[in-house]
């Protein structure tokens, strides 16, 4: 089975850069599509970037030109690189993945889920 484990947040200042990492084991990415998530707090669980199996990219609109996600298929890894981040980019950022060849912009499109890290933009 696909285990995800999310490392790379913290707290920054607006306009400072993060990179997330999404690792993966059981599985390898080569076989999957991987997506980024975020929930703000008392929001629902948005969507933020995917990668998928056949190396295509999609991105919210609120991040399009910031985020940027990547895969590393040696490392079985998803990186999500934030830059110019601002303070309604606050939330906490789980990473996904799933076999499903379909759309890959909602929760339910996703059978697997890291545990979340943290993101705290101020100011």
């Known amino acids: 089975q696909v285990q995800l484990v999310e490392s790379g947040g913290g707290l920054v200042q607006a306009g400072d850069s993060l990179r997330l990492s999404c690792a993966a084991s059981g599985r390898t990415f080569s076989y999957l599509s991987a997506g980024w998530f975020r929930r703000a707090p008392g929001k629902a669980r948005e969507f933020v970037a995917a990668?998928?199996?056949?190396?295509?990219?999609d991105y919210a609109d609120s991040v399009k030109g910031r985020f940027t996600v990547s895969r590393d298929n040696a490392k079985n890894a998803v990186y999500l690189q934030m830059n110019s981040l601002k303070p309604e980019d606050t939330a906490i950022y789980y990473c996904?993945?799933?076999?499903?060849?379909?759309?890959?912009?909602?929760?339910?499109?996703?059978?697997?889920w890291g545990q979340g890290t943290q993101v705290t933009v101020s100011s």
């Open positions: 996904a993945a799933t076999y499903s060849g379909g759309t890959f912009y909602k929760p339910e499109d996703y059978g697997y």
């Open positions: 990668f998928t199996w056949t190396s295509n990219t």
